[in-house]
């Protein structure tokens, strides 16, 4: 299987990479800066290494991109600086993953391609009307006010739950959201449930990176798990030991 990540020199993004070369599968990754990724990923003969900032790439270079890969990964995020969260491009995760879409579009084949867009439990699915409190919808809206990369995940899922939808012929979708991430490394067990089962803002869970990265594994290469959450937005978080 041949996947296309994006963002994959992120802390999660590397871990998910490695995640698909340990499983076999032939990965493409987008990558602004080469030197980010661990070396021995680099030296991985499955792994090819495309450096350029995805938004400099013209539309028939973005499907040249995109072209015969089976699935499509994407990790972005903003840095987590006064640049990162203020400065240009706003829209970095929107933008990319609408231009991805678009991108896979034009290389339509007779399998529609799997998308995993990784984004956060702070960002609710409103196709199912999550229930969220009176005090966390003030903390929410004053996020949407401060923090453009809040605003960003939220488009960015948005944008593959109404503009893909569920009955797209070329794209289906996943959108994985976990809770407040954190750095382990080994894979631990860990839980999926199809809405958030405590509160983001005031009762936040914990979700390693290394869990992230099998899941989103899981979903791209496993057809049970694909067809379990596809169309839908899954909440991951590391299973409490008692």
């Known amino acids: 299987m041949k996947i296309l990540?994006?963002?994959?020199?992120?802390?999660?993004?590397?871990?998910?990479?490695?995640?698909?070369?340990?499983r076999g599968?032939?990965?493409?990754?987008?990558?602004?800066?080469?030197?980010?990724?661990?070396?021995?990923?680099?030296?991985?003969?499955?792994?090819?290494?495309?450096e350029v900032s995805l938004l400099d790439l013209s539309d028939p270079e973005l499907a040249q991109t995109v072209g015969e890969c089976q699935a499509v990964a994407s990790c972005l995020g903003h840095t987590m600086s006064w640049k990162g969260i203020y400065g240009q491009p706003r829209r970095l995760v929107t933008d990319s993953i609408r231009r991805l879409c678009q991108a896979a579009k034009a290389n339509q084949g007779v399998t529609p391609i799997r998308f995993v867009l990784m984004n956060t439990t702070g960002n609710s699915n409103r196709d199912i009307k999550e229930s969220i409190s009176f005090s966390q919808q003030l903390v929410i809206g004053l996020l949407r006010l401060l923090l453009p990369p809040h605003v960003d995940n939220e488009q960015a899922a948005d944008y593959l739950r109404t503009e893909l939808g569920q009955a797209d012929k070329t794209?289906?979708?996943?959108?994985?959201?976990?809770?407040?991430?954190?750095?382990?490394?080994?894979?631990?067990?860990?839980?999926?449930?199809?809405?958030?089962?405590?509160?983001?803002?005031?009762?936040?869970?914990?979700?390693?990176r290394i869990n992230v990265a099998q899941f989103m594994a899981d979903l791209i290469t496993d057809d049970d798990t694909w067809l379990r959450w596809k169309g839908r937005m899954p909440v991951i978080y590391n299973k409490i030991q008692v």
Do not use: C, M
């Open 171 to 208: 794209i289906e979708w996943t959108v994985v959201r976990p809770d407040s991430l954190t750095d382990e490394n080994g894979v631990t067990e860990y839980e999926t449930h199809p809405s958030p089962i405590r509160s983001a803002i005031f009762d936040a869970g914990t979700t390693s």
């Open 5 to 22: 990540i994006v963002g994959a020199t992120g802390a999660t993004g590397r871990l998910l990479v490695k995640q698909l070369l340990n």
């Open 25 to 50: 599968h032939h990965v493409r990754a987008v990558v602004r800066d080469a030197a980010h990724l661990p070396h021995e990923l680099g030296e991985n003969e499955r792994l090819s290494i495309i």
